[in-house]
């Protein structure tokens, strides 16, 4: 029996655009991943803080949902920077199909180191600033 071909392409994709909400576990591993639902929870917990104090700090609410998207930008990195041969033998083992990367790969990594940095960079401004001054810069 064949299994589908998995494409790296399409998974780096859905870890930059949905890695927070684990769409790129799920794409690859199915809905019995427990990563998977640990970065959905992530979003549903954030939900409910949210819900529960609005007044209260906008990071402390998405906290879960921000560790989850910096998760998740690592998790893009280490499948795009993943030789071909070894996403193919993880897997592809069963397809029949080898992977043949190309050039979009590197622009999503591109993307992802732009998006990663400025997220972090922003979610550790603000944390001093809620520590330091009790928010009063925002």
Avoid at 13 to 27: C, K, S, T, V, W
Avoid at 86 to 115: C, E, P
Avoid at 118 to 136: H, K, N, P, Y
Wanted: proline residues 2%.
């Amino acid at each position: 029996m064949k299994l589908s071909h998995k494409n790296k392409t399409f998974t780096a994709l859905l870890a930059l655009l949905f890695g927070g909400a684990g769409l790129h576990r799920f794409y690859l591993h199915g809905l019995r991943d427990v990563w998977g639902w640990l970065h959905f929870a992530s979003l549903v917990l954030s939900a409910g803080l949210l819900a529960q104090d609005p007044s209260r700090a906008l990071l402390i609410n998405t906290a879960p949902l921000v560790l989850s998207v910096l998760a998740a930008c690592i998790e893009t990195f280490v499948i795009g920077l993943m030789p071909d041969e070894k996403w193919d033998a993880t897997y592809n083992a069963g397809s029949g199909r080898s992977s043949d990367t190309s050039w979009m790969v590197a622009v999503l990594m591109v993307l992802n180191l732009g998006y990663g940095a400025t997220l972090m960079l922003i979610a550790l401004a603000r944390s001093f600033d809620l520590a330091l001054t009790g928010g009063s810069y925002g």
